[in-house]
């Protein structure tokens, strides 16, 4: 890639409009007569004015490292030329334009880009251009950092609560628990990398690894102790360091009620012919078992406590108790047993503040360990919570990336919660692997191999499947710790979207639609999109409120309406799991489906990023939008018993129903909803809440 074009100014001896010869030829003469004046001076005025001089070039060698001349002030734009070397213009007419009004964006200087990014937090952003096919418009209330504005229809975003809500705030970034039981002196505030000498580093590692050995050894104990039983230890917390119970209101209006009756069905199916099992098949009426933890109860508690179905809500908690057990020989993935099982029971601990839920998940916690005794600490993808024995898929040597990088949330807010270091310990520990790893602007390869540490050469890159969440983790682990400046989290998410932007993006040739493809082999462009990519609008949103710059707002926009698109132009009016896009203006569409790309699994992905963009603006077009997409699945995915996957959204009398309700339906995609169409934007407090991938609720803490 070509360097930035600079400005440079040269400083001439010679006066203006003077030659070389001229200025040495004038120098002699006015030499004298200086000193000559200099000499007729009283002592008393030489004195004062060397003293004047003095002090000025005092003042001056002061000030120069202060920033008299910061290099930071001045901006360096990039022009047209380097269209061609991929880099995506973006007009904006609040920024100062180049000649022909383009503006690059660029991170050649991501110091400057963090800084920046960072200083826009108190600052409100500009009005955003809106595109219209080929041209850009206005869009009035999409201003994310001023939530309390008034949205499209003139009414107050926020909406007025009743006295009782309002002290029910949820609560504040939490205090780690103090120690109860000193279990490792490790300190695991240090989010930031540093560089400790070779010695030291290393027998860091040493330690850490034989804690995580001796941990693997007895799981039933708690980590760094040798018989203090998990039980025992949680309830010998203290209770000022526990959550406090949040309370939710339930349904306010018709749509969220819709949505609760969704909810309730898909229950009522699943409870008469699943339950206990990960998912119900409601055509069939039967069940499916993947890990056999009885997904579809511990995905759910979260949700049901937030639409305060209080019945089922314990109904789930009494099986949580009394029947879920991790001593199960069976084969689990880490990535998918961590969001949904972890996440689920973490969240449901933190919102009802229920120690039961915190006991499980330390038992849990404990069993998925070995995953990261491989060679490199990147962990193996698959594990055996009995026999507690840890591997690579059984398809291939690599686990995926973004299954790596997407349990650390879960992992650090067990440690925190429980005050219990190890786990994360060896959840950051990938992040500094995968940190210190060669990167294509930023972006990862989609697989990872657990023995070398490495990425696979070759492997595509993508935001759609295997790397997806990387990049949603790299900005909610920073959400997560406090924001710090110098979190090496947040500038690797920089750099990710500035490369998604230079490398990944593109609009199609006649309608214009922004959309995110793949560089296959890392290198072939591809203009594939799934459905799972729909979760970035949402993600960069969010990151925008935050500080992120106004260029991830654009591409959050863009991507949002072309993710919508993906719905509304199948007659079934929902979204097939891949999306391809025209690369010229020959062909007939410029989004289509393949034919085995057309079905639907229920994701929540767009709808997530709707329920961003509703919380973070209070425009309420967003509710309309996602009411439009929950009808079309109350049309076409709602059966007897629950609701079901189909196989093709491209035909609404042959949509091929699949016979299967998969957890986060009622995880991610029924929740979202909920919130989604509240009355109240801020049921759920972005300022002091994240969501997890599976979207389960975990407090932001302090550092
Ligand atoms: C969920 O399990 C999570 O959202 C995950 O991050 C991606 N896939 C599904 C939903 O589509």
């Known amino acids: 890639m070509e360097k ?17 010869e001229d200025s040495l030829t004038a120098k002699q003469p006015k030499r004298r007569s200086l000193r000559r004046a200099w000499n007729q001076l009283p002592r008393c005025q030489q004195n004062i004015i060397g003293l004047c001089i003095v002090s000025a070039i005092f003042m001056l060698i002061i000030h120069i490292p202060y920033g008299i001349f910061d290099a930071r002030r001045v901006k360096v734009l990039r022009v047209d030329s380097s269209i061609s070397a991929g880099w995506i213009p973006i007009k904006s007419p609040s920024d100062t334009p180049s000649k022909d009004g383009i503006l690059m964006a660029h991170a050649d200087n991501l110091n400057d880009i963090v800084d920046n990014a960072l200083l826009e937090t108190n600052q409100k952003p500009v009005l955003l251009p809106k595109k219209n096919p080929s041209e850009f418009q206005e869009i009035k209330s999409l201003d994310s950092n001023n939530l309390d504005q008034k949205n499209d229809d003139g009414v107050e975003s926020a909406a007025v609560l009743p006295e009782s809500q309002k ?33 030291a580093k290393a027998s860091t590692e040493d330690v850490e690894r034989v804690a995580l050995e001796a941990a693997v050894l007895n799981p039933r104990v708690v980590p760094g102790t040798n018989n203090i ?86 109904e ?9 057990t991790f001593d199960i020989n069976r084969d689990v993935n880490l990535f998918e047993v961590t969001i949904r099982v972890l996440g689920g029971l973490l969240s449901a601990y933190h919102l009802s503040g229920d120690k039961m839920f915190l006991t499980k998940s330390i038992e849990l916690g404990n069993r998925m360990l070995p995953c990261f005794l491989s060679a490199s600490g990147i962990p193996f993808s698959d594990v055996n919570l009995a026999s507690m024995s840890a591997h690579s898929p059984k398809w291939s040597p690599d686990s995926s990336t973004s299954e790596v990088t997407t349990i650390q949330l879960e992992f650090r807010d067990l440690s925190r919660s429980a005050n219990i270091s190890i786990y994360e310990i060896v959840s950051h520990a990938v992040n500094k692997k995968v940190h210190a790893l060669e990167k294509i602007n930023g972006l990862v390869p989609i697989f990872i191999n657990a023995n070398t540490g490495t990425f696979r050469n070759y492997a595509t890159i993508s935001l759609g499947a295997r790397g997806d969440s990387y990049y949603e983790y790299l900005l909610k682990q920073w959400l997560q710790t406090g924001r ?56 960069l949103l969010l990151g925008h409120k935050f500080g992120m710059p106004t260029s991830h707002l654009l591409l959050a926009r863009d991507l949002l309406e072309t993710c919508y698109q993906t719905y509304m132009r199948q007659p079934t009016q929902l979204a097939p799991e891949i999306s391809y896009f025209a690369l010229t203006a020959n062909e007939e569409q410029d989004i289509y489906v393949k034919p085995n790309d057309a079905h639907n699994l229920l994701r929540p992905e767009f709808i997530e990023s709707l329920y961003y963009f509703y919380a973070l603006t209070g425009n309420r077009t967003y509710q309309d939008m996602g009411w439009n997409i929950f009808q079309a699945f109350e049309k076409y995915t709602k059966v007897a018993y629950g609701y079901t996957s189909i196989g093709n959204v491209k035909h609404v009398f042959n949509t091929r129903l699949r016979d299967m309700m998969e957890s986060f339906w009622l995880s991610e995609t029924l929740k979202y909803f909920y919130l989604l169409f509240s009355d109240n934007r801020k049921e759920i407090d972005l300022d002091k809440w994240v969501f997890n991938s599976e979207a389960h609720l975990l407090p932001l803490r302090n550092h």
């Open 484 to 539: 710090k400046r110098d979190d090496f989290l947040i500038s690797d998410y920089i750099r990710a979207i500035d490369g998604v932007l230079t490398k990944l993006l593109r609009r199609t040739p006649k309608e214009q639609h922004v959309y995110i493809g793949e560089l296959i082999n890392g290198k072939d462009f591809k203009p594939k999109m799934d459905h799972l990519t729909c979760y970035l609008p949402g993600t």
């Open 167 to 199: 002290s029910n705030a949820l609560q504040g970034p939490l205090v780690d628990a103090p120690n109860k039981i000193s279990i490792q002196e490790i300190n695991i505030n240090d989010n930031h990398i540093e560089s400790p000498s070779v010695d």
């Open 229 to 314: 039983a998990i039980n025992d230890f949680v309830n010998s917390l203290d209770t000022y360091t526990l959550p406090q119970k949040q309370h939710f209101h339930g349904a306010t209006n018709e749509r969220q009620t819709s949505v609760i009756a969704a909810f309730k069905h898909s229950w009522s199916g699943y409870k008469k012919y699943a339950w206990g099992h990960d998912n119900l098949k409601p055509l069939s009426q039967g069940s499916h078992d993947w890990f056999g933890l009885g997904l579809t109860i511990v995905d759910s508690l979260d949700t049901m406590y937030i639409m305060g179905l209080e019945d089922e809500f314990n």
């Open 316 to 324: 789930g908690r009494e099986w949580v108790n009394n029947f879920l």
């Open 4 to 20: 930035s074009d600079h400005i440079s100014v040269t400083l001439s001896g010679a006066g203006v409009g003077g030659t070389e």
